[in-house]
């Protein structure tokens, strides 16, 4: 059974790749190696996959991409292809999210038209519910995105619902919650934490520390994506979070105990796009998907600090 | 590991949306229509218009 997965270089895209070789599908991979941050870490991100008989990759844009040809006897896609980041979204490099985030999208979706895909799992984001203090964030509430970024993904399902209402594409979209773990983006959190901690240098704390994240640790994310190709209906949202909103302040004492060592600071002002909580409804995910988040947040930071560890040695 | 031809099969030039072939060294495929060639890198195929070579 034949999976594309776009994105496939990507953080979650490459866990995904893995998994499902590993359950035995042919997985054709698509990524365009944004300049989001170097190349050579996404290299290394599919290094497990490349050399497998079952992966076929090519490196490409969505948007220019002769899609049809692609799809052809594709039973799942998952979208996980985007340009990243909610700071970086503001300004000029706002085309890189319309071209990257909407019009691929769009060009997918309308090349699914013509195919038979069972099903077509959208990766959305926490971000476009924005700044609200309605928690826990709900699928059916307000949206109201604070970030070009989060703009661009609440387009994105749009989008997908469109293309569901009026051409019947059976979509599924999931708004992941500050997903980490090994391979996370240099440019996300703990990352970047980690990496100060461990090269003995301040970590950059944005705000007082006391925002909260509903975290989800890469696994949970990847048993929710593939139970949403799964699951026998579609046309839904779902949450994915981790189920337990802490502090940043938490998580930096958490990366203390682990690495062993008192951390320095260097504290810096809120940044515009910056939500100040998010918190998951999983009601519904654990409902229809069967979402049980398993990995808390000390073990699943143990395990990113272990592989940043090795990957900075 | 050499590209397979499955993939060849499925693959169109990103400009034209027309067919392509291998080229005979096995290290680009080639648009006849557009006169572009799209490299293969380490296997895999850069189908980026931005990054194919004019024949």
New interface residues.
């Given amino acids: 059974m034949k999976i594309l997965i776009t994105g496939a270089a990507g953080f979650i895209g490459s866990h995904l790749a893995e998994r499902l070789i590993r359950d035995g599908y042919d997985v054709?991979g698509v990524d365009?190696f944004l300049d989001n941050y170097p190349r050579r870490w996404k290299e290394r991100n599919l290094s497990t996959v490349?050399?497998n008989?079952k992966f076929?990759?090519?490196?490409?844009?969505l948007v220019?991409?002769?899609l049809r040809?692609?799809l052809?006897d594709v039973r799942y896609v998952f979208h996980l292809a985007a340009q990243p980041g909610v700071r970086a979204s503001w300004g000029d490099e706002f085309e890189r999210y319309t071209h990257n985030n909407i019009l691929a999208t769009q060009r997918l979706l309308e090349a699914c038209r013509e195919t038979g895909v069972q099903k077509f799992v959208f990766a959305s984001s926490s971000s476009v519910y924005g700044d609200t203090t309605d928690l826990p964030m709900r699928e059916d509430g307000v949206i109201g995105p604070v970030s070009p970024y989060g703009m661009t993904k609440a387009a994105g399902e749009q989008l997908c619902y469109l293309y569901g209402k009026v051409f019947g594409i059976p979509v599924v979209t999931l708004r992941y919650f500050t997903v980490y773990g090994p391979r996370q983006r240099p440019d996300m959190g703990f990352h970047i934490f980690m990496r100060a901690a461990l090269k003995e240098e301040a970590l950059p704390l944005y705000d007082d520390g006391e925002q909260t994240r509903d975290f989800t640790f890469i696994s949970d994310i990847i048993d929710g994506t593939i139970a949403a190709a799964l699951y026998p209906s579609a046309g839904d949202i779902f949450n994915l979070g981790g189920g337990c909103r802490t502090t940043l302040n938490n998580v930096l004492a958490m990366i203390e105990e682990i690495a062993g060592k008192k951390l320095t600071f260097t504290r810096l002002p809120r940044q515009a796009g910056d939500v100040r909580h998010t918190a998951a409804e999983l009601a519904r995910a654990r409902v229809q998907l069967g979402f049980r988040p398993r990995v808390g947040l000390l073990e699943g930071l143990t395990q990113e600090w272990q592989w940043l560890a090795r990957e900075l040695e | 590991?050499a590209i397979?031809q499955?993939?060849l099969d499925?693959?169109?030039?990103?400009?034209c949306?027309g067919n392509i072939h291998l080229n005979s060294s096995g290290d680009g495929l080639v648009c006849e229509t557009c006169r572009l060639c799209y490299p293969i890198?380490d296997?895999?195929?850069?189908?980026?218009?931005d990054e194919a070579v004019k024949l």
Avoid: G, N, T, W
Avoid at chain 2, 10 to 15: E, F, N, Q, S, T
């Fill in positions: 054709y365009k490349i050399q008989p076929r990759f090519v490196e490409a844009d220019s991409l002769s040809d692609l052809r | 590991m397979s499955e993939l499925i693959l169109a030039c990103p400009k949306k890198k296997d895999i195929p850069v189908m980026l218009i």
